[in-house]
Antibody
Framework: EVQLVESGGGLVQPGGSLRLSCSAS????????MNWVRQAPGKGLEWVAK????????YYVESVKGRFTISRDNARNSLYLQMNNLRVADTAVYYC????????????WGQGTLVTVSS | QPVLTQSSSASASLGSSVKLTCALS???????IAWHQQQPEKAPRFLMR???????NKGSGVPDRFSGSSSGTDRYLTISNLQSEDEADYYC?????????FGGGTKLTVL
């Protein structure tokens, strides 16, 4: 059974940093592109970043470029999101999400971790 | 990049059928999309991949009541024999080059 379990969320002040983690199991993690998708309170889904199987390619939504860094450790079956210079607008539930093997869409989601940026 | 447009809300009676629409922006009529369901206070769940031809592939455990179809730039999710647990937000997703786009979501109320 595919499982994605996020951790690391919490309350942080504007300008602060936070590192999210996602532990993957039930599939061959190193064979899949992985994503972070967020959802602000009461709002829709917003794709944040994605990373290639070997970590060599990374892509970001414009609003987080230069502030967020996606990374992965295939030996630990883990995905990360380092978030720096956080803004109030970054407040959201952050989901770890797996891309399907042969196509570019999300086929599994984690349960999410809440990040609150507030003074 | 493509833009996905969804109605903000829809409603239908228990046991009836409903057809939700995801409209692709012009020039993207061939794009494949994915449908996701998000029940209240839960994480999203992948429902299906839907091609412009109308061919769809459902995720594991998705009931037969869920089906997909396409017409031009419109992609549809049809839910038959509506159940109370189908009350949820439904999002469509597509991609272009290395970006990912979600529609604004449709909140489905089961009456």
């Amino acid at each position: 059974e595919v499982q994605l379990v996020e951790s690391g969320g919490g309350l942080v002040q504007p300008g602060g940093s936070l590192r999210l983690s996602c532990s993957a199991s039930g599939f061959s993690f190193s064979n899949y592109w992985m994503n972070w998708v967020r959802q602000a309170p009461g709002k829709g889904l917003e794709w944040v970043a994605k990373i290639k199987q070997d970590g060599s390619d990374k892509y970001y939504v414009e609003s987080v470029k230069g502030r967020f860094t996606i990374s992965r450790d295939n030996a630990r079956n883990s995905l990360y999101l380092q978030m720096n210079n956080l803004r109030v607008a970054d407040t959201a539930v952050y989901y770890c999400a797996r891309d399907s093997f042969s196509y570019t869409y999300v086929d599994y989601w984690g349960q999410g971790t809440l990040v609150t940026v507030s003074s | 990049q493509p833009v996905l447009t969804q109605s903000s809300s829809a409603s239908a009676s228990l046991g009836s059928s409903v057809k939700l629409t995801c409209a692709l922006s012009s020039g993207h009529s061939s794009h494949t999309i994915a449908w996701h369901q998000q029940q209240p206070e839960k994480a999203p769940r992948f429902l299906m991949r839907l091609e412009g031809s109308g061919t769809y592939n459902k995720g594991s455990g998705v009931p037969d009541r869920f089906s997909g179809s396409s017409s031009g730039t419109d992609r549809y999710l049809t839910i038959s024999n509506l159940q109370s647990e189908d009350e949820a937000d439904y999002y469509c997703e597509t991609w272009d080059s290395h970006t990912r786009v979600f529609g604004g979501g449709t909140k489905l109320t089961v009456l």
